[in-house]
């Protein structure tokens, strides 16, 4: 399931700001941005260096870092541009409003308790930047994947997103001040199988440079069919895990195509 999200009461100013200040870090000269390319805390990438393929040469930048105690994150976070801080501190905070909202939502339309989902998610910002590419035959923005969290928001001013449908890849437009929001391969695990992680990639545009502002959701606690999704004629689809030493590892690790990644967490008759 992957869906726009509209009057979802993140200020649009705050939007446009935190993309601009996005577009202004990836904007800055290479050996600024290198400066983070082997930190622990805060990790810039690029290609061609870190992400060839045998099949494709990557055409993106990435930055990411934590946001889960914003006021401790911060201090690792880039401080040029000299607003990044305070407007991507906003953002992150507005965005997590949202993605509770969206929490409680799931809850009630899947008859689960308040609250099911849980609060205290860690979260981290993903964001990507594809320059313009003369040659988009030849590259990809992102391969297609499944996200190992719970829950993504993904903010989009420039197309390049699309999603897996029937065996086709199929393009998502951006909105105006719109989110996208995305169900990750845990949910599927939470609802025993009664809801699924929608496989999406990038592309490279040809004529415009594309940034997507991504904000991840993780689950702190063990992942497990919830109970109301499992009985006599519904046995458990999966075991449980704990998502950061168990699940992620095994999901980063072995680059497992779409759903294959919780093979290992099967339960087989």
Same mark, same amino acid.
């Given at each position: 399931m992957m869906k726009?999200?509209?009057?979802?009461?993140?200020?649009? =100013?705050? %939007? =446009?700001?935190? %993309?601009?200040?996005?577009?202004?870090?990836?904007?800055?000269?290479?050996?600024e941005k290198e400066n983070y390319a082997n930190a622990t805390e805060t990790l810039y990438t690029s290609n061609p260096k870190h992400y060839n393929s045998k099949d494709h040469k990557y055409w993106k930048e990435v930055l990411e870092h934590n946001c889960n105690i914003v006021g401790q994150d911060k201090k690792t976070w880039p401080s040029n541009p000299p607003k990044y801080r305070e407007v991507i501190g906003a953002y992150s905070t507005e965005v997590?409003?949202?993605? %509770?909202?969206? /929490? =409680?939502?799931?809850?009630?339309?899947l008859g689960l308790e308040a609250g099911y989902f849980g609060k205290e998610h860690k979260q981290k910002m993903i964001v990507y930047h594809f320059p313009v590419c003369p040659d988009p035959s030849s590259t990809l923005g992102m391969d297609g994947h499944c996200d190992p969290n719970l829950i993504t928001i993904y903010q989009q001013k420039v197309y390049g997103l699309q999603i897996l449908k029937n065996e086709e890849w199929i393009g998502v437009e951006p909105l105006p001040h719109a989110f996208v929001f995305n169900f990750g391969l845990p949910i599927m695990v939470m609802t025993n199988g009664k809801l699924e992680s929608v496989a999406h990639q990038a592309?490279?545009?040809?004529?415009?440079?594309?940034?997507?502002?991504?904000?991840? /959701?993780?689950p702190a606690?063990?992942?497990?069919?919830?109970?109301? /999704?499992?009985?006599? =004629?519904?046995?458990p689809l999966f075991k449980p895990f704990k998502w950061d030493t168990e699940f992620f590892p095994h999901y980063a690790n072995k680059k497992l195509v779409y759903h294959a990644a919780l093979e290992a967490f099967k339960i087989y008759a």
């Open positions: 726009h999200v509209t009057n979802h009461g993140v200020p649009e =100013d705050l %939007m =446009d700001e935190a %993309m601009e200040v996005y577009e202004e870090f990836f904007n800055l000269p290479v050996e997590r409003e949202l993605s %509770m909202i969206i /929490f =409680d939502l799931v809850s009630k339309g592309v490279p545009n040809t004529t415009q440079t594309c940034t997507g502002i991504g904000t991840y /959701f993780s606690n063990i992942v497990e069919p919830a109970k109301s /999704f499992v009985g006599p =004629d519904n046995p």
